[in-house]
């Protein structure tokens, strides 16, 4: 298990919890959540089965953890982004480069947070379509007012849409092979969405 | 099971092989690929276990059937509208609008298309990843004819890769529920690819 992997969950304080979800990542991603049973789960993590349950209750519970990490995670990076300084374009531009690059780093991760989401207990499922729903309406405020400021120029709804799904999709494709870096697809993407917004056309 | 989903497979010339497609897709997005059994799509589809075996000789067999049939779809769209008639702009147009309307509509097989790949038997996989590739290539090759044109303006290969991103994460988001329609939201997202791709700006 990287390293890389057990530090994407700076906000789960058990270091043993956070060994046990990255071990979960792993087994997630190379045998499907269905296949892995929670004993996989700790022997990956090099901990007894009966450890887990000391942490989580079940498999679900570990899978939710995963998600809702992922989730405020996400929701964290574009709030910071839209709240921080510069035009709606500048913003915009902090806002994808940094979404891009946290799915490109993260992308297994991303992977189960984006495409495990029906297997999530009924309440946990509430919760993350509600982050889902939160992080939306950050990225349409910001091209809103990006729109009404003569910044952008587009369907806000759409675009909004868009963006998020551009970000979200390098979750499906990258892999620790592709390139570019992180950092410069996150860059490449933001002057892509930028244009995509049509700041560039004035 | 709906005729929609069992429409989908217009190259499957058996009836029979085309509803225990259909009866496997839904299966699959209902309890996941690794949960689901050959009985189970045996019983989707009004048939006895037996027959299945007559089409395909195992569970993984359905999921590659159904995986190439998506993704010979998906290169024939992208092949018809980049070969068809306008400036490298129409085309790319054409190519977005029935690309993301196709997602839309069919985002249940699309969604086992894209992302249960790694479930794939080895040789179907090396088989689906030349399609991809071959996918990719042909946008690549219309962007890369527009912006030699002075159509387009942009980073070809990240705008490739940002085109048919924007396209196939619809499978992920949209659900029957969802507007605008297929065909809606296939020309908004075509007016978006083109803002991204330069178009718009000159």
């Known amino acids: 298990m990287s390293e890389l ?63 809702l990490s992922g989730h405020e995670r996400a929701l964290a990076i574009v709030e910071a982004a839209a709240a921080g300084p510069g035009t709606p374009a500048d913003r915009m531009r902090v806002l994808v480069a940094e979404m891009a690059s946290w799915h490109a ?13 029906t297997a999530l207990p009924k309440a946990d499922y509430t919760t993350v379509a509600d982050l889902r729903r939160r992080t939306e309406r950050v990225v349409r405020a910001l091209i809103e007012e990006g729109v009404t400021t003569g910044v952008f120029a587009c369907d806000v709804r759409s675009a909004a849409r868009a963006t998020l799904s551009l970000c979200v999709d390098i979750a499906r494709w990258y892999t620790a092979a592709s390139t570019p870096g992180p950092a410069e697809l996150g860059k490449r993407y933001a002057t892509l969405v930028l244009a995509m917004l049509g700041a560039g056309s004035r």
Chains 1, 2 share one sequence.
Do not use: C
């Not at 304080?13 to 004993?39: C, I, K, P, Q």
């Not at 780093?105 to 989401?117: G, N, S």
């Open 105 to 117: 780093t993260h992308h297994r991760i991303a992977r189960i947070v984006q495409y495990e989401i």
């Open 5 to 67: 992997v057990a530090g994407a969950f700076p906000d789960v304080t058990a270091a043993a919890a956070r060994r046990l979800m990255a071990a979960a990542v792993e087994s997630f991603a190379d045998n499907g959540y269905h296949a892995t049973t929670t004993r996989d789960i700790s022997t990956a993590a090099g901990m007894s089965p009966a450890a887990l349950y000391v942490h989580f209750p079940s498999k679900a519970a570990v899978l939710s953890a995963i998600s």
